[in-house]
C-alpha cells in the first residue's frame, strides 16, 4: 500500500460516510434504545446499556469508516 493522494480522497469520503451515519443513529435509533433500556429497568430485563451501543456505533463511524476508506482509497479513484 502506497499513501497518495487517493488514498487520503477516500478516507475523507469514508469519514463523511461516518458521520453521517452517526447523525442518523443519535436521531432515530438512540432514542428508541433509550426509552426501551428505561422501560426494561423497571421489570429488571434491561439489556445492554445504550452507552455501550453508542461507544460501539462512534468507534465504527468515526475509526473503522475512515481506514477503510484510506486502505480502499487507492482501489476506488
Known sequence: ???SFSNVIGALIF???GVICLALYQRFI???LIVRHEKAKVTATQGRDPAQVSR???LIGLL???LVGFLLG???F
Open 1 to 3: 500500500m502506497v499513501f
Open 15 to 17: 469519514l463523511v460516510f
Open 30 to 32: 438512540r432514542p428508541l
Open 56 to 58: 460501539i456505533v462512534y
Open 64 to 66: 473503522v469508516f475512515p
Open 74 to 76: 487507492g482501489l476506488l
